[in-house]
């Protein structure tokens, strides 16, 4: 199924039991977002709401809301672009498997973008007030699109597809000090696509075109997303995985998406921002209020028919899970040509994605020696934090894997894998003063903060701790420690005070370490205090113990140890690991869901009705 719109997607789910239609009125102010999370929760298949509160556009949810069915949306055309990908890792498959590989001309064909006169997408105008205005959490600045596919192009090269970027950047489309229906706010990230073009328009004294449009072929959606080398567009990786070339409009505007449901077409200011969020993000948390680009509104163009598709932002996993999930499946065979050595890389979506990546490498290094640290390793973590949105990792955890037991999707077992064989002392690499994830708050700044390489390798050294020690007790106020996995205990901690917390890590690092002097092997197998506000709730679910420890910590000032040591500026600790993963005064508020808003749904979750299961 070639899906060109909403539309098709839609009814494609429908004829496959795939979609359920809700025709009383739902508001896209919080509410339609409190649906579409349980929804997505509990498995549930794709939303139609075709009676939306306040727009005459029906908007339509989940339509990846599982890895299955978004496998079912590109059924046509995903095996197609696996083919691409495998001959582009060894084009020697091609004379040896001929009948495998004998459509992959007919795909590349379709890789290459067009340009065209007119659209669907401009069969009608409207005013970007009469859009659905949807809002997921209570204190978000306004509304935002979710799901946008932006388009820039190359100043330098107005008139090549083959240089325009398309990435999913957020769009808020109301609230703050933005004129209505005149002006928006184009909030991009650091190392995103679109900056080059922005750079470059800035540099000619001139306003950035940009197209941002909704809807269309799933297959723009998902490319929105697609980690790319840069330089090379989107749209390639579009058109192969939609079956069709993708057709872009020109004119005196910048390349618009023909077949998209909706368009909202300006120029970026090149003198001027404006307040944009706050807004819920992926991390779990709010993005606070800063300046980022505002764009001028010159026209906002929709299909017949035109359908308003969304996703909810907030703690993974959400619906953008889906997209991590397929993006692995299509790029982890690419890994090993990009990064010599690298097997595998895995950002860990309930870190929030860029907080935490682990890798599998490889030690090919003076092989005939015996020393067994990391050598190799360590190049090739300089190269993954190189690479790309992969240099936004804030934790690196890396290792070999000789034998090849590990599954870097398989993150427990991996964890085990790297304590047993870690040294303290010599396996912590901090880079500080450096960027991270624009959306995280533990730094020092907007964009500003460290990183902490962990990187080990070798035979097991140890057995982990399975339970908390018997004899060892922790000094006040410090209490309740409980075991997330063997080596690793989360342990409940006084609220984070800028003042008096150096002291009281230091306190607790000093207490242990007089614990391992006097009892030798009482710390034995225990690698990792993770120092949270209710231990609880960490060690409850791995899930819970990953997203507290890696987005509410900043390695440079949040790591400490047992027994620490400074050798020719190597720190390193000879005792367990301490990581500071409290509440600290710098950090964004947490989402939560709106008390009335859940009341209201589950009202209608009483109601019964075909959505009732999922709610």
Not at 32 to 46: L, N, S, T
Not at 226 to 252: D, H, K, Q, W, Y
């Amino acid at each position: 199924m070639k899906h060109r719109s909403t539309q098709d997607v839609v009814e494609d789910l429908r004829r496959d039991g795939r979609l359920i239609e809700v025709t009383d009125p739902v508001d896209p102010d919080l509410e339609m977002a409190e649906i579409q999370r349980r929804v997505y929760a509990r498995g549930g298949p794709g939303i139609l709401f075709s009676n939306v509160v306040g727009s005459r556009f029906p908007m339509a949810s989940n339509l990846f809301g599982t890895l299955e069915q978004a496998r079912y949306l590109f059924r046509d055309t995903l095996e197609s672009v696996r083919r691409l990908i495998e001959l582009k890792l060894d084009p020697s498959a091609l004379p040896k498997r001929p009948l495998r590989y004998a459509g992959v001309p007919w795909t590349a064909l379709h890789t290459l973008p067009k340009s065209v006169s007119r659209g669907a997408v401009m069969a009608n105008q409207c005013r970007v007030s009469e859009l659905p205005q949807l809002k997921c959490w209570p204190d978000d600045g306004g509304a935002f699109v979710t799901l946008p596919q932006v388009l820039s192009e190359d100043p330098a090269a107005p008139r090549d597809l083959m240089k325009v970027n398309l990435g999913m950047y957020r769009i808020q489309i109301s609230g703050n000090k933005y004129q209505a229906d005149r002006e928006i706010g184009l909030h991009y990230q650091i190392h995103r696509g679109i900056g080059v073009h922005h750079r470059a328009a800035l540099d000619r004294n001139e306003p950035l075109r940009v197209a941002i449009t909704v809807g269309g072929s799933p297959a723009m959606t998902l490319a929105a997303v697609m980690p790319l080398p840069e330089g090379l567009t989107e749209l390639i990786f579009a058109g192969a995985l939609s079956g069709r070339r993708i057709a872009m409009v020109r004119g005196n505007h910048a390349p618009v998406y023909a077949d998209a449901d909706f368009a909202i077409v300006g120029t970026i200011d090149p003198a001027r921002t404006k307040p944009e969020g706050p807004f819920g993000d992926h991390l779990g948390y709010y993005s606070l209020e800063h300046p980022f680009p505002l764009m001028h509104v010159e026209h906002v163009w929709h299909r017949n028919g035109a359908i308003w598709p969304f996703t909810v932002v907030g703690r993974p996993p959400q619906e953008d899970t889906t997209f991590g999930q397929l993006i692995h499946e299509l790029t982890d065979p690419i890994i090993p040509t990009v990064i010599p050595g690298v097997k595998a890389v895995h950002a860990v979506d309930a870190a929030g994605v860029h907080p935490l990546l682990l890798a599998i490498g490889s030690e090919r290094y003076m092989p005939y020696l015996e020393r067994q640290e990391p050598q190799e390793l360590l190049t090739q973590a300089n190269a993954i934090l190189g690479n790309g949105q992969l240099s936004l990792a804030k934790y690196l955890w890396i290792t070999d894997d000789p034998s090849a037991q590990l599954d870097i999707h398989h993150i427990e077992p991996f964890f085990q894998h790297v304590l047993k064989r870690v040294d303290w002392r010599r396996d912590l690499h901090f880079h500080t003063r450096t960027t991270i994830d624009t959306l995280d708050y533990s730094g020092s700044g907007l964009n500003r903060g460290s990183k902490l390489v962990v990187a080990a390798s070798g035979d097991p050294v140890r057995e982990l701790a399975a339970e908390w020690p018997n004899d060892v007790s922790l000094p006040e106020p410090f209490s309740q420690p409980r075991r997330v996995m063997p080596g690793v205990f989360a342990i409940e901690s006084p609220e984070y005070s800028s003042d008096g917390n150096s002291n009281e890590v230091a306190r607790l690092a000093e207490a242990m370490g007089q614990w391992k002097d006097r009892h030798r092997d009482c710390l034995a197998g225990v690698m990792i205090l993770t120092l949270v506000d209710d231990s609880a709730f960490a060690a409850a679910s791995l899930s819970n113990w990953l997203w507290t420890t890696f987005t509410r910590s900043n390695p440079a000032v949040d790591v400490a140890g047992v027994q620490p040591s400074l050798i020719d500026k190597h720190w390193g600790c000879s005792g367990p690991l301490i990581i500071d993963a409290r509440v600290k005064p710098s950090h964004a508020p947490p989402l939560i869901e709106d008390p009335k808003t859940t009341a209201k749904v589950d009202a209608r979750a009483a109601r019964g009705g075909p959505l009732a299961k999922y709610l």
